[in-house]
Nanobody, 125 residues
């Protein structure tokens, strides 16, 4: 069956960096766009970034305004893994981060077919 497994979350001070990974199995990774979303308690899951099927960062990418210029999404199709490099982290970036696979670069959660279990990112001030 399809599995998306996130890793790389943790506790970091404001201004620091983290790199999240999303390892995929059970699907043809290069056939799917990949997205990252985040969620805090009591709030809806929100879009962070997405990349189309192209390898590394050569493909089309799209970012939420709140992370543009600080976060970078890229992928390695040979490793069936997507990444989210997060720099200049802020306390408001604290959330559970989820990766998702879908047919295209979308910002709506309903347009993704598969989801990971999430990884916690906590940014201290």
């Amino acid at each position: 069956q399809v599995q998306l497994v996130e890793s790389g979350g943790g506790l970091v001070q404001a201004g620091g960096s983290l790199r999240l990974s999303c390892a995929a199995s059970g699907l043809t990774f290069s056939s799917y766009a990949m997205g990252w979303f985040r969620q805090t308690p009591g709030k809806e899951r929100e879009f962070v970034a997405a990349i189309n099927r192209s390898n590394w960062s050569n493909g089309y990418t799209y970012y939420a305004d709140s992370v543009k210029g600080r976060f970078t999404i890229f992928r390695d199709n040979a490793k069936s893994t997507a990444y989210l490099q997060m720099n200049s982290l802020k306390p408001e970036d604290t959330a559970v981060y989820y990766c998702a696979a879908g047919p295209g670069v979308r910002t709506d959660t309903s347009e993704y077919d598969y989801w990971g279990q999430g990884t916690q990112v906590t940014v201290s001030s």
